[in-house]
T-cell receptor, first 111, second 116 residues
Framework: KNEVEQSPQNLTAQEGEFITINCSYSVGISALHWLQQHPGGGIVSLFMLSSGKKKHGRLIATINIQEKHSSLHITASHPRDSAVYIC?????????????FGKGTLLTVNP | NAGVTQTPKFRILKIGQSMTLQCTQDMNHNYMYWYRQDPGMGLKLIYY???????DKGEVPNGYNVSRSTTEDFPLRLELAAPSQTSVYFC???????????????FGAGSRLTVL
């Protein structure tokens, strides 16, 4: 059974700080998704990556396949970045429709 | 540009009642999913579909049924609702080329269901 572990569970930052959220995953996962869930519940896909690094605005996602580890970085954090960030691993092989979700990291950015 | 539309947003059911959560997408995505989200837990897959006419069970299918008669629609039916089905339900869709697996997901806004 695939597993995805996120850390930290909770993170509080001051506006402007650089933020890192980590995700470790088990063998059998071929790609990593990063999702954002705002209070009120809507879920938005931020990135899907299977190698290297992706950047969108102030968000950067990296993945190290050898170490089975991915990070989500937020530069110049802002209170509107406050949300739950979820990583999810896509199964490899015949179950590649399936995602295994982490429990999420609750980020609070204070002004 | 509707994306994934889920209805209803909120519903309260009595034990033993049945209901259908509706999900429609307008992006011509082949993959569709139903997840449930319980407090403090990761999203769990209930059912999924890789195309019209094809559905299969996920991790937690008991007490639910689905159908996929068209590419656009993927309704989730709860039969004989139980308190354990109190949760937030998310429908999602993605495009996946054959053999390559699912790509970036688009989620519906969620449906909060309470069974009393």
């Amino acid at each position: 059974k695939n597993e995805v572990e996120q850390s930290p569970q909770n993170l509080t930052a001051q506006e402007g700080e650089f933020i890192t959220i980590n995700c470790s995953y088990s063998v059998g996962i071929s790609a990593l998704h990063w999702l954002q869930q705002h209070p009120g519940g809507g879920i938005v896909s931020l990135f899907m990556l299977s190698s290297g690094k992706k950047k969108h605005g102030r968000l950067i996602a990296t993945i190290n396949i050898q170490e089975k580890h991915s990070s989500l970085h937020i530069t110049a954090s802002h209170p509107r970045d406050s949300a739950v960030y979820i990583c999810a691993g896509r199964d490899s092989g015949g179950s590649n429709y399936k995602l295994t979700f982490g429990k999420g990291t609750l980020l609070t950015v204070n002004p | 540009n509707a994306g994934v539309t889920q209805t209803p947003k909120f519903r309260i059911l009595k034990i033993g009642q049945s209901m259908t959560l509706q999900c429609t997408q307008d992006m011509n995505h082949n993959y569709m999913y139903w997840y449930r989200q319980d407090p403090g837990m990761g999203l769990k897959l209930i059912y999924y579909s890789v195309g019209a006419g094809i559905t299969d069970k996920g991790e937690v299918p008991n007490g639910y049924n689905v159908s996929r008669s068209t590419t656009e629609d993927f309704p989730l039916r709860l039969e004989l609702a139980a308190p354990s089905q109190t949760s937030v339900y998310f429908c999602a869709s993605s495009y996946g080329a054959k053999g390559s697996g699912a790509n970036v997901l688009t989620f519906g806004a969620g449906s909060r269901l309470t069974v009393l």
